[in-house]
């Protein structure tokens, strides 16, 4: 499986970004799916996590009611809607997939995108 992050940019506080995961290769191999963030100097952390196949979803305390994360299955992707963005939400953000369902361990995921830089403005 590849996964390729996009989405990306330079926002100021307020402000909403739209990431997108876009899957490709055995693809169906993989039902867990997750965003992940680390910023400068911190560990990578969870945000967010969803089963492609039925949905259900799991969010950091942190960004819960700010972050919606939903897939498109037809077109292999899966999305995380950031709105209401704040300074501390400033990372590069990881969507990963992993063979069983929904999971906020990363070190349970088998597949990592690139990374998609965030910078958010105060």
């Known amino acids: 499986v590849q996964l390729q992050a996009s989405g990306g940019g330079l926002v100021q506080a307020g402000d909403s970004l739209r990431l997108s995961c876009a899957a490709s290769g055995r693809v169906l191999l993989y039902d867990g799916m997750g965003w992940f963030r680390q910023a400068p100097g911190n560990e990578r952390e969870f945000v967010a996590t969803?089963?492609?196949?039925?949905?259900?979803?799991r969010y950091a305390d942190s960004v819960k009611g700010r972050f919606t994360i939903s897939r498109d299955n037809a077109k292999n992707t899966v999305y995380l809607q950031m709105n209401s963005l704040k300074p501390e939400d400033t990372a590069v953000y990881y969507c990963?997939?992993?063979?069983?369902?929904?999971?906020?361990?990363?070190?349970?995921?088998?597949?990592w995108g690139q990374g998609t830089l965030v910078t958010v403005s105060s």
């Open positions: 990963a997939a992993r063979r069983g369902g929904y999971s906020v361990l990363a070190r349970l995921y088998d597949y």
């Open positions: 969803i089963n492609r196949s039925d949905g259900p979803t």
